[in-house]
């Protein structure tokens, strides 16, 4: 039974450091053919830029006193990709599983992951899709006005799970102005607060997004 908690604003370092515990607890117990517990965390932070392990600093396109200046801060961290922002009125979920419990592998998580978005979307009519070779949702995949609304970074160890996917429900989008996000340099950012030019009950998303996670991630 994966236990779902709903934290508000959380800070980044401790949900990270949060995260880093509960894997290494975890590796710890699968060592020793003990039982894990599955936690499903969502919730919001301050604003943040966050690198993952391949990416290019110089993606971030602002110094530490600029930072300051919009009371962000950017941390050098451990999951995949390259970098995001995280901030208020975005959805952040961090799954943290044993997929060694569920009938698939990592793709499949990464999969199952963005099908919850594309179902999300669709109840609003916000058609939306993958796009080949990246992870992520887009909206007018393959055209001139490709955007993302939710990304993507995980990290798995010994199929224990941390890290996951960020959101754009009211987030404010000039923040992605201030890096190339996901190192990805002709491809804009959007929310479901732009698409539907009206504020998004942030409640009902995260509701949203725990129906359907049930409905993918059950366990064998």
Not at 9 to 24: F, G, L, N, S, V
Not at 59 to 75: C, H, T, W
Not at 170 to 180: E, K, V, W
Request: overall charge neutral; aromatic content about 12%; glycine content about 6%.
């Amino acid at each position: 039974m994966i236990t779902i908690k709903k934290l508000g604003i959380a800070e980044y370092m401790q949900t990270w450091k949060y995260q880093q515990d509960w894997m290494a607890d975890g590796i710890m117990k699968k060592a020793n053919n003990l039982a894990i517990s599955e936690e499903l965390l969502m919730l919001s932070h301050p604003h943040v830029y966050t690198l993952g392990k391949s990416a290019n600093a110089n993606n971030l396109l602002v110094n530490q006193d600029f930072l300051a200046s919009i009371n962000a801060n950017s941390y050098k961290i451990d999951r995949g990709g390259d970098i995001t922002y995280h901030g208020p009125g975005q959805l952040v979920v961090y799954p943290l599983l044993d997929l060694q419990t569920y009938a698939f592998g990592v793709r499949d998580y990464v999969f199952f992951l963005e099908q919850i978005v594309i179902d999300i979307l669709a109840e609003y009519k916000i058609m939306t899709s993958r796009s080949k070779g990246v992870t992520g949702i887009w909206l007018d995949e393959g055209t001139s006005n490709q955007r993302k609304i939710a990304a993507i970074g995980i990290k798995c160890s010994r199929f224990l799970t941390m890290h996951g996917l960020a959101f754009n429900i009211n987030t404010d989008l000039s923040y992605f102005n201030h890096i190339i996000p996901c190192g990805i340099i002709d491809k804009g950012v959007t929310s479901m607060q732009k698409e539907l030019n009206t504020t998004i009950d942030l409640e009902e998303i995260s509701d949203k997004f725990i129906h359907y996670f049930k409905k993918y991630f059950k366990n064998k």
